[in-house]
């Protein structure tokens, strides 16, 4: 499977202040996504990174708060703007593997744990 | 009515036993179902995949899917102290843009 490699992998921040997270990719692929864990939670599916085009953003997720770039089919940024200690959690960059989008296998970066002050 | 629904655990089994997870999905047009593993502090690990009713073995791992009474389990033969993790339930739902919905996670200790 593609290596995924996140930074940073963890970081406390103050209230306020906003923090861009990197998604790198050994190889080229189609679909990338982007979630959150909260602690002692399961995934919630943040948005799709789309290439070149604005990112797909699920219900109660807007891109004031969480702007995403993918400018290329290696690399994402996520950023979490205008943090709140809500927004203490892991975000977690991932990719689809499979020859048709849509049927293939989830894989995950290491993540970045994030404790905002 | 949560989309994927899993035991809450925490799931307790000797060295050596069989553990056994089940996962329940409420969109009968579910197409693709995965199991992960998480350590603790670590991010989800894919360790099954299974597409077609029946089982599907890897290993110590063995997922069985029904469609028709939409579940689908994992069983974890022999276990292992290293097999204690968190076991996250996945489904990909059909017409839905690709997207994984996740249920809550079961976590198993193996006691040693």
């Known amino acids: 499977s593609a290596v995924i490699s996140q930074k940073p992998s963890r970081d406390i921040c103050q209230r306020g202040t906003s923090l861009t997270i990197q998604c790198q990719v050994d190889?080229?692929?189609?679909?990338m996504f982007w979630y959150r864990q909260q602690p002692g939670q399961s995934l919630t599916l943040i948005a799709t990174a789309n290439q070149g085009s604005e990112a797909t953003y699920e219900s109660g997720f807007v891109i004031d708060k969480f702007p995403i770039s993918r400018p290329n089919l290696t690399f994402s940024t996520l950023t979490v703007s205008n943090m709140s200690p809500e927004d203490s959690s892991i975000y977690l960059c991932?990719?689809?593997?499979?020859?048709?989008?849509?049927?293939?296998?989830?894989?995950f970066g290491e993540g970045s744990r994030l404790t905002v002050l | 009515q949560k989309e994927v629904e899993q035991n809450s655990g925490p799931l307790s089994v000797p060295e050596g036993a069989i553990a056994s997870l089940n996962c329940t999905y409420s969109?009968?047009?579910?197409?693709?179902f995965f199991w992960y593993r998480q350590y603790s502090g670590k991010s989800p690990e894919l360790i099954m995949f299974i597409y077609s009713n029946g089982d599907k073995e890897d290993g110590r791992f063995t997922a069985q899917l029904n469609k028709a009474s939409q579940y689908v389990s994992l069983l974890i033969r022999d276990s292992q102290p290293s097999d204690s993790a968190t076991y996250l339930c996945?489904?990909?739902?059909?017409?839905?843009?690709?997207?994984?919905?996740f249920g809550a996670g079961t976590t198993v200790t193996v006691r040693a």
């Open positions: 190889s080229q692929v189609t679909m």
């Open positions: 996945a489904v990909r739902h059909r017409g839905n843009d690709y997207k994984l919905s």
């Open positions: 991932s990719v689809e593997e499979g020859l048709i989008p849509g049927f293939g296998e989830l894989f």
């Open positions: 969109d009968r047009g579910s197409q693709s």
